[in-house]
């Protein structure tokens, strides 16, 4: 006789009964003292083994019924489907012959049964308790749990003929009873009961307690708003779940113990997809939101859309993994907000065990995805911060920027354009939230800044052509949102102290952009012409005297249209866009030729008379483009 014996019993999970088997054997097979005294050692220690196991067994069904009551509860919209699912939950939870729920009715200060599960006394089943009245009637009254081992027999309560006659006909003995709390309120009483005489355990009133809390929200929000709030959070029950074969169990505490080692030391999801098919074997592909690849971990044909919509629909109604054919699909969500998929191809049948690794994995999944973006969110802040500090402020502490930037991978020293991206086309909080994260994204893949700024998303980008810049973005982004995108740029600027400078010639840029009928288009200050070295910083990184050009050029013509209300800068607009054509630039202003004669008399009173000769009418053509963007 062994010790193994006693392992071999644990193994096959036997009855403790069947543990005084090996030691009675031994004291027939006549072994010695000491050698009986081993073994009856080695039976305490594995009934102790035994029944640590049970214990945790026990936890982890109470957990999932909990986690599984949540999400019970999470897909219900009736009220009385929601206190059904309540009433049994509690009943297969506990074990109990009978299971049911009383609500308060303030109306008329009491409290009456409103469901039952396992109950056979109609009587039983309409019972109303006054307040203080019965276990229940001080349960509601009191907001405390009560429990008795005998009911009919405990003299703790004030006893009456229809409450007792009801317990009676339903032959209940042994109830416990906790209060349903919503903050201060007590709104009802959650019971269990047996048909025998047995005290409940401290560990079953704090589980009734539990569920008792979560059934009273509920019940809350039902009342109030006709139905509870869809997609809680999906609880993997993988954790630690004791199967009757030692392989499984096995292999769910290792998948469980690694995955949160990879969520500890912040691990990719990558790496939580190799372990579960490491673990279970196969191969498995992991979407994102969008339906997009994020990984692949061995080789599976990738399923048609239509049908992994169809399968994760279901995985999230159903709360856990679904089968669809040879492949097993798992929702990745975080409360309503789905976050992709996990669909994998194992080599062998799943048991339960093996779906809740997949499930927790989900979990884990979506914990890193979470992750993953809140890092995103506080590292796109703080370039936003860099880039707002590089654009708007006079740089006083070169070198403290460049540390800041290099820190971020982004050297303020080389060729950089500022790309700034048109507000007209970012209109709504939706669309301009996603414009800054694609820009953030799209800066960040290329050691680049990005932030919002001005009405403007402001893109800092490595390179020396600010015009090919500025039409990436504009394509890129513009089939994103499915707009048209206009983007200008400046630049290049290879200090800190011209970023500034390439910044505010972007920002004029995607006005001249808009103001010229270029929308949807991208391009640099260089690429406008006369229009963009006029907007265009100078080589000394001051601004260009643009007013006093207009003033000089134009600026009686606009004097005189604003004082007297005339339309002379209209007129000298539709004479240079017909050639000089007196007849076309009547007819394009629908007036008479002398009209449009006498206004350009004026004119040249005004300017002069050698405002037609070629210099003076190309300044004067751009003077008054210039002056329509500004009017613009």
Request: net charge negative; with cysteine.
């Amino acid at each position: 006789m062994t010790v193994v014996e006693y392992l071999e019993l644990l193994a096959r999970e036997a009855a403790a009964v069947e543990f005084e088997g090996p030691l009675v054997a031994a004291r027939n097979a006549g072994l010695p003292p000491d050698r009986i005294a081993e073994l009856e050692q080695a039976k305490l220690v594995a009934l102790r083994v035994r029944a640590l196991l049970e214990r945790r067994r026990r936890r982890e069904e109470e957990l999932s019924g909990l986690f599984d009551t949540a999400s019970d509860l999470a897909g219900l919209r009736d009220l009385d489907a929601v206190l059904e699912a309540i009433v049994h939950r509690a009943r297969t939870l506990l074990g109990a012959d009978v299971a049911y729920m009383t609500l308060n009715d303030e109306a008329r200060g009491d409290t009456y049964m409103r469901v039952t599960d396992g109950s056979i006394s109609a009587h039983f089943q309409a019972l109303r308790l006054p307040m203080g009245a019965g276990l229940g009637g001080l349960v509601a009254q009191t907001g405390s749990p009560y429990v008795t081992a005998d009911y009919p027999r405990d003299a703790r309560f004030r006893h009456t003929g229809d409450i007792d006659t009801g317990v009676g006909e339903e032959g209940l003995i042994a109830i416990l009873g906790v209060p349903l709390r919503l903050g201060a309120r007590i709104i009802g009483v959650l019971y269990a009961a047996n048909r025998s005489a047995r005290p409940f355990a401290r560990e079953e009133v704090s589980l009734l307690v539990s569920l008792a809390a979560n059934a009273a929200v509920a019940i809350d929000t039902a009342r109030l708003l006709g139905e509870t709030q869809e997609a809680l959070a999906e609880l993997s029950a993988a954790n630690g779940v004791i199967r009757a074969h030692s392989d499984s169990v096995e292999r769910a505490a290792a998948a469980h113990d690694r995955m949160t080692a990879l969520v500890l030391r912040g691990a990719g999801v990558e790496d939580v997809a190799a372990v579960v098919v490491e673990v279970l074997g196969g191969s498995l592909l992991v979407l994102d939101a969008e339906g997009r690849t994020l990984t692949l971990v061995g080789e599976l044909t990738r399923p048609e859309p239509a049908a992994i919509a169809e399968a994760l629909a279901a995985s999230r109604t159903e709360g856990r993994s679904v089968r669809r054919g040879e492949l097993w699909v798992a929702a990745v969500v975080a409360g309503a907000e789905n976050l992709g998929a996990l669909v994998m191809r194992p080599d062998h049948a799943l048991v339960d065990a093996d779906q809740r690794i997949l499930e927790r994995a989900a979990v884990v999944t979506a914990l890193l995805q979470l992750f993953r973006r809140t890092v995103a969110e506080a590292e796109g802040r703080v370039r936003g911060e860099l880039l707002d500090d590089v654009i708007t402020r006079p740089v006083r502490d070169a070198d403290a920027l460049r540390t800041r930037a290099k820190r971020l991978g982004v050297d303020l020293d080389a060729p950089n354009v500022v790309v700034a991206i048109g507000a007209d086309a970012l209109t709504g909080g939706s669309v301009r939230q996603r414009a800054v994260s694609w820009a953030q994204t799209y800066a960040h893949t290329r050691s680049g800044l990005a932030a919002a700024r001005d009405g403007h998303v402001v893109l800092l980008l490595p390179g020396d052509t600010p015009g090919d810049a500025a039409r990436a973005v504009a394509r890129d982004l513009g089939k994103l949102l499915s707009r048209p995108i206009t983007a200008g740029a400046g630049g290049p600027a290879c200090t800190p102290e011209s970023i500034a400078a390439a910044y505010r010639d972007a920002d004029r840029c995607v006005t001249a952009l808009t103001a010229l009928g270029r929308t949807g288009t991208g391009a640099s200050t260089a690429e406008l012409g006369f229009v963009g070295l006029l907007l265009g910083s100078a080589p000394d990184g001051r601004d260009r005297d643009v007013q006093s050009f207009l003033a000089a050029t134009i600026g009686p013509v606009v004097d005189y249209d604003t004082r007297r209300g005339t339309a002379l800068v209209k007129t000298l607009e539709a004479y240079f866009g017909v050639g000089g054509s007196l007849a076309r630039a009547a007819e394009l202003l629908h007036v008479h030729v002398n009209t449009v004669t006498q206004r350009l008399e004026r004119i040249a009173q005004l300017l002069g008379p050698d405002w037609q000769k070629p210099e003076r009418a190309l300044e004067v053509q751009l003077a008054l483009r210039l002056h329509r963007l500004q009017s613009s």
